[in-house]
């Protein structure tokens, strides 16, 4: 029988065995480490992730060490087109690990039920988005009559006059965060649930300030849920011990409970048999009818969908309202520092008939016209590319035969590997845009004196403001903006 000395010497010896062995035997070994703990083990990018620190550590290692760069293990980021976003996102790699059901997006539930976010493999999430892709398509939107009118609703009735208020005050300032994120929820939860049933924080300042406060009190507690469910699910049930403060929990409720309100509102109001243009919830109505027609031909007439259906527009509401304030809040900033910009846009918009001014009658310049205008989509476009609402990885899983990455093929990556890339790294590629670090709307309005394939990777290669495709929601813009 072995002693005690002889166990302590045997055990360390055979961890690092079969730490050694494990590291030759992984492809990643050959792949650029961002750490020199990085092959061995995930421990090092999970207190990255941790310290919330990821994005500018990510930046700093592809700079350094080229487009593949190995994160753990199990574990990659792209930084390159061919060979990297190209055959990850548009060649359909998992959400889900097939081994072992991790689903970095599951996290994005709500009311219980996966939403087309949330959901963790392809076919189902395909699915989802064939039911909603017409209404959110740009043909709809710009040619939407009921979007039209909510907006010219909200625009004329809530934000101008409210503007008119704070510069006829006595400071005449304001704080533009607010007042953006509450007009891009109000035009998307508008086209969800029609402007009856919608919110209306424009008008309600201090319901805007409670949302908000819900909304942001939960950002830094994503960690441990997130990137380690299991475990924090198992502290949870087994040992009583939550990874997160309760009033996280309670946040979430409270939110969850004030969409279906809405969802509630708009349901009534598809009863009724005459409805006002602006009142029509165009999403919630081509939504609901896909997932019952859905739910009967896979004999689920019996179940309750409110809640699916609940799960769906919170997240497009959530993903509409805060990803489109986020931008147009950096729009905002970019301007006021950018008196010339500001100048050329301002008499760009002086061109649009009718003119938007309050004394105005109440109707909005054709979309399509509004859409064209140059030095506006400059200005949005720069921004996108600067200041990514999502700037950070976007996890995919390799399939189980593995696939080569690089721009060459340089490496092979075995299956069940996670694998991201980082708009807010990408956008930073000086080979394709010069300055990079700059806000230079210009660069958009002198697309016509560059080669096409120049103007090809600016444009879409390596633009990548709404990830591997253009979401559901992303058409809106053509309102928000």
């Not at 997130?226 to 087994?238: A, G, I, V, W």
């Not at 109440?362 to 999502?390: F, G, N, Q």
């Not at 697309?447 to 979401?471: N, P, V």
Request: proline share 6%.
């Amino acid at each position: 029988m072995l002693d005690f000395s002889t166990l302590a010497l045997i055990l360390p010896l055979a961890l690092l065995l079969q730490v050694a062995v494990s590291y030759v035997r992984n492809p990643l070994r050959k792949v650029p480490a961002a750490h020199p703990l990085a092959p061995f083990t995930s421990l090092w990018i999970s207190s990255i992730r941790w310290r919330q620190i990821e994005n500018a550590t990510l930046k700093a290692a592809h700079n350094r060490l080229g487009p593949i760069v190995c994160l753990g293990p199990e574990e990659v980021s792209v930084n390159c087109v061919r060979g990297g976003i190209r055959d990850v996102y548009a060649g359909g790699f998992e959400k889900r690990d097939a081994k072992s059901g991790y689903n970095w997006y599951g996290f994005f539930t709500n009311f219980g039920n996966d939403n087309m976010f949330s959901t963790g493999l392809n076919k189902p999430h395909s699915a989802r988005k064939r039911m909603l892709s017409n209404i959110y398509s740009k043909s709809v939107i710009t040619a939407s009559p009921v979007l039209q009118a909510q907006v010219s609703a909200i625009l004329y009735e809530r934000l101008l006059p409210r503007l008119t208020a704070i510069y006829d005050g006595a400071e005449g300032v304001f704080e533009a965060g607010s007042l953006i994120s509450a007009s891009t929820m109000d035009i998307v939860t508008s086209y969800i649930f029609g402007l009856r049933a919608s919110s209306n924080l424009l008008g309600n300042p201090d319901e805007c300030a409670w949302f908000l406060d819900l909304y942001k009190s939960r950002h830094g507690w994503t960690f441990w849920p997130q990137e380690f469910p299991r475990f924090t699910s198992f502290l949870s049930k087994y040992l009583g011990i939550s990874m997160s403060p309760v009033w996280v929990a309670g946040a979430n409720a409270e939110i969850e409970k004030w969409t279906k309100t809405m969802c509630d509102g708009a349901a009534e109001v598809m009863q009724q048999s005459s409805v006002e243009t602006e009142d029509t919830p165009s999403v919630y109505i081509q939504l609901s009818t896909a997932v019952r027609k859905d739910a009967m031909k896979n004999d689920l007439a019996a179940m309750d969908l409110n809640p699916v259906i609940a799960s769906e527009v919170l997240d497009h509401l959530a993903a509409g309202f805060d990803t489109s304030a986020i931008t147009l809040t950096y729009v905002v900033h970019e301007l006021s520092t950018h008196r010339d910009m500001q100048s050329r846009l301002q008499n760009e918009l002086r061109t649009l008939s009718p003119r938007l001014v309050a004394a105005s009658s109440p109707s909005l310049p054709d979309p399509k016209v509004v859409d064209a205008l140059p030095v506006l989509h400059a200005i949005i476009w720069e921004t996108l590319r600067l200041h990514s609402a999502i700037p950070g990885p976007q996890p995919r899983f390799t399939p189980h035969q593995g696939c080569r990455l690089g721009p060459n093929g340089d490496y092979f990556i075995p299956g069940g590997v996670r694998v991201s890339a980082s708009a807010g790294i990408l956008h930073q590629n000086e080979q394709v845009y010069k300055r990079a670090s700059e806000w230079r709307p210009e660069r958009w309005l002198d697309l016509d004196k560059i080669d096409e394939e120049k103007r090809k990777d600016m444009e879409s290669r390596w633009f990548w403001a709404f990830a591997e495709g253009e979401c559901a929601w992303a058409p809106t813009w053509r309102y928000t903006k």
